[in-house]
C-alpha cells in the first residue's frame, strides 16, 4: 500500500513539473481576421465578392497567433505566425521597437511585418515584452526584458513546425538594441538583422533630450543614480568586443531617419570592423525611421539574408584579411 501511495506521490510530481517546465501558455489562432481593424486596408470588393488585394493574397496561406508564455515566471503576451502548411521551417524572432503602448505589437504586425516573412517559408514569432499590452512585471528597455526575447529560442521548442537549430532574430529601431544585446547573451542565434537601431543612446539623448525624459529616466531602474553604467550596458557601440564573430549581422538605416541618426549605424560598423564581426552595412538615401521610401527593397534584403544563413546554410565569410 506504501509503495501505491508513493507511486502516485511521484507521478503527481512528475506532471506537476513538466507543467512548469512548459513555456508556451498559450496559443490562440486569430481565425476571424474580418473582425479586426486591418481587414478593410488589406481586401478589397470584386463582382460582391470581398476577396484579399492582390499584395496580401499570402494571408490564405498562414496562420496569426496571439501567445502567451512564461519569462523569469511572468506572463508575457505576443504574436506567433507560420505557414498552414506543416513542415519544418526555420524560424526568426521579431523585436518590436518603440516602447509601452508606442510600438505595441497589433494584428497589423502579424498580418503584414511577420506575415510577409512567414509566407516565405518561416515562423516568426514576436514579444510585446514585459509591461506591455497585458503581459506582466515592468518593461525596462534593454534591461531585463530582454529575457522576454532570449527565452523564445526555448519557447519555439514547443512550436510545432519550428527548427529550432536554424533561429534568426530581427529588431527594428529599440528592437535592435534588444537584438544587440541579445546576441552577447545567447548562442542560439545564427543570423540577426537590425534596422534603425540604437547602438549609441548617450547620442540618442544627445539627440533627442526627451528620449531621456519621457522613456529612458522612467523605464529604467534606479536611472538617476546608474545613468551612465545603464546607458553603457544598452550601448553596443561601447562594447562591439562581445559581439560573437559567428553570427552575421545585416544593418540597415535610412539617412534621413531623425528618431535614430544613421551616425550610430555607421559608427558601429566600424567597431564591427575592428573586431572582425561578419557584418553588411547598407544605408538607404532618403530613408526615414521605417525605411518606407525604399520598403520593397528593404523587405527583399531581409529575406535575403535569413534565406541565406538560415535556409541555405551558407559558410559564414572569410573575416580573416586575405587576398593578393
Given at each position: 500500500m506504501k509503495l501505491i501511495k508513493i507511486f502516485i506521490f511521484l507521478l503527481?510530481?512528475?506532471?506537476?513539473?513538466?507543467?512548469?517546465?512548459?513555456?508556451?501558455?498559450?496559443?490562440k489562432l486569430i481565425s476571424?481576421?474580418?473582425?479586426?481593424?486591418?481587414?478593410?486596408?488589406?481586401?478589397?470588393n470584386v463582382d460582391g465578392q470581398t476577396t484579399w488585394k492582390e499584395n496580401f493574397k499570402y494571408l490564405d496561406s498562414i496562420d496569426i497567433y496571439a501567445i502567451k508564455y512564461l519569462s523569469d515566471g511572468l506572463k508575457i503576451n505576443g504574436l506567433l505566425v507560420?505557414?498552414?502548411?506543416?513542415?519544418k521551417y526555420p524560424c526568426i524572432i521579431y523585436n518590436r521597437g518603440g516602447n509601452r503602448d508606442f510600438g505595441a505589437l497589433?494584428?497589423?504586425?502579424?498580418?503584414?511585418?511577420?506575415?510577409?516573412?512567414?509566407?516565405?517559408?518561416?515562423?516568426?514569432?514576436?514579444?510585446?515584452?514585459r509591461g506591455n499590452?497585458?503581459?506582466?512585471?515592468k518593461e525596462e528597455f534593454g534591461g531585463k526584458d530582454v529575457n522576454d526575447i532570449t527565452v523564445l529560442t526555448e519557447v519555439l521548442k514547443e512550436v510545432n513546425?519550428?527548427?529550432?537549430?536554424?533561429?534568426?532574430?530581427?529588431?527594428?529601431s529599440r528592437g535592435g538594441m534588444m537584438t544587440y544585446i541579445a546576441l552577447t547573451k545567447s548562442n542560439k542565434i545564427k543570423a540577426a538583422v537590425v534596422g534603425g537601431a540604437v547602438s549609441d543612446n548617450f547620442r540618442l539623448i544627445k539627440d533627442r533630450p526627451e528620449m531621456e525624459t519621457a522613456v529612458l529616466s522612467e523605464l529604467i531602474p534606479d536611472y538617476e543614480n546608474n545613468k551612465n553604467s545603464e546607458l553603457e550596458k544598452r550601448s553596443?557601440?561601447?562594447?562591439?568586443?562581445?559581439?560573437?564573430?559567428?553570427?552575421?549581422?545585416?544593418?540597415?538605416?535610412?539617412?534621413?531617419?531623425?528618431?535614430?541618426?544613421?551616425?550610430?549605424?555607421?559608427?558601429?560598423?566600424?567597431?564591427?570592423?575592428?573586431?572582425?564581426?561578419?557584418?553588411?552595412?547598407?544605408?538607404?538615401?532618403?530613408?526615414?525611421?521605417?525605411i518606407f521610401e525604399h520598403k520593397k527593397e528593404v523587405n527583399e534584403q531581409v529575406l535575403k539574408w535569413f534565406d541565406k544563413y538560415l535556409k541555405n546554410d551558407t559558410t559564414l565569410p572569410n573575416m580573416k584579411y586575405h587576398g593578393r
Open positions: 503527481i510530481f512528475t506532471n506537476c513539473e513538466a507543467q512548469e517546465a512548459k513555456l508556451l501558455l498559450e496559443q476571424a481576421p474580418e473582425n479586426t481593424p486591418i481587414y478593410k486596408r488589406l481586401t478589397e507560420k505557414p498552414k502548411k506543416q513542415g497589433k494584428i497589423a504586425h502579424g498580418a503584414i511585418t511577420l506575415g510577409q516573412i512567414a509566407q516565405k517559408g518561416y515562423v516568426v514569432i514576436a514579444s510585446q515584452y499590452a497585458g503581459s506582466e512585471g513546425d519550428a527548427d529550432t537549430d536554424k533561429i534568426g532574430m530581427y529588431g527594428w553596443a557601440i561601447k562594447w562591439a568586443d562581445k559581439f560573437p564573430k559567428n553570427v552575421p549581422i545585416l544593418m540597415l538605416h535610412g539617412n534621413s531617419d531623425w528618431r535614430v541618426k544613421s551616425e550610430q549605424s555607421l559608427t558601429l560598423a566600424l567597431e564591427l570592423e575592428k573586431n572582425r564581426v561578419p557584418y553588411r552595412l547598407i544605408i538607404f538615401e532618403g530613408g526615414d525611421h521605417g
